[in-house]
């Protein structure tokens, strides 16, 4: 079985800051691994994913993820906060030998402060 | 792009009655979708996997005759919750893979569901 675990349930920065959201993840075989952003009452949209490669990955809005396999993380970044980026943040996983449907987890809701 | 629209966007519906919510991918083909359901301040639950042209794959606890869903086009799922009841309302997406195996799921902007 595949999990995903978002340990922090809120993550509060100020603007300009640099921010880090945590997740890390449990499947056998190797992982794709992925991150959303959700707004208020929206759908999710997607910000980046792992699926081979280079272990720094670069998505939208300036965000970028490292894939760390020994420390089986994937923890999103950004250099610099904005307003703008709160909103509510979930890491997916799947097998990909496994079915396709994604895992999520419980989600990380960032709050930038002005 | 990938876009993936879900109509009705918000739905009241009196207990008994049934709902049907449309998720299309407007400029690709998913031969997969994936409908989840999420409740307020919670991460998304999979309810099922929508491939086109067979049945849908339920996950445990899913009622498949509550939840029917039909996958009729590559562009076209559909989620029916019959005899709606009060304990459905719920925020519904759904999302769809495109077929050329880039693996990332698009998301459709969400149903709200509310049953009186």
């Known amino acids: 079985a595949q999990s995903v675990a978002q340990p922090e349930d809120q993550v509060n920065v100020a603007e300009g800051n640099p921010l880090t959201v945590k997740c890390t993840y449990s499947?056998?075989?190797?992982?794709?691994l992925f991150w959303y952003v959700q707004y208020p009452n929206r759908g999710l949209q997607f910000l980046l994913k792992?699926?081979?490669?280079?272990?720094l990955v670069k998505g939208s809005y300036g965000f970028e993820a490292e894939f760390n396999k020994s420390q089986t993380s994937f923890h999103l970044k950004k250099p610099s906060a904005l307003v703008s980026d709160s909103a509510l943040y979930f890491c997916?996983?799947?097998?990909?030998?496994?079915?396709?449907?994604?895992?999520f987890g419980s989600g990380t809701r960032l709050q930038v402060q002005p | 792009g990938a876009v993936v629209s879900q109509h009705p966007s918000r739905v009241i519906c009196k207990s008994g009655t049934s709902v049907k919510i449309e998720c299309r991918s407007l400029?690709?083909?998913?031969?997969?979708m994936f409908w989840y359901r999420q409740f307020p301040k919670q991460s998304l639950m999979l309810m099922a996997t929508?491939?086109?042209?067979?049945?849908?794959?339920?996950e445990q606890g899913v009622e498949k005759d509550k939840f029917l869903i039909n996958h009729a086009s590559l562009t076209l799922s559909t989620l029916t919750v019959t005899s709606a009841h009060p304990e459905d309302s719920s925020f519904y997406i759904c999302s769809a893979s495109r077929s050329d195996g880039q693996e990332t799921q698009y998301f459709g902007p969400g149903t709200r569901l509310l049953v009186l």
């Open positions: 400029d690709f083909q998913a031969t997969t």
């Open positions: 792992y699926i081979t490669g280079d272990n």
């Open positions: 929508s491939n086109e042209g067979s049945k849908a794959t339920y």
């Open positions: 997916a996983v799947r097998d990909y030998t496994g079915r396709r449907a994604l895992t």
């Open positions: 499947v056998s075989g190797n992982p794709y």
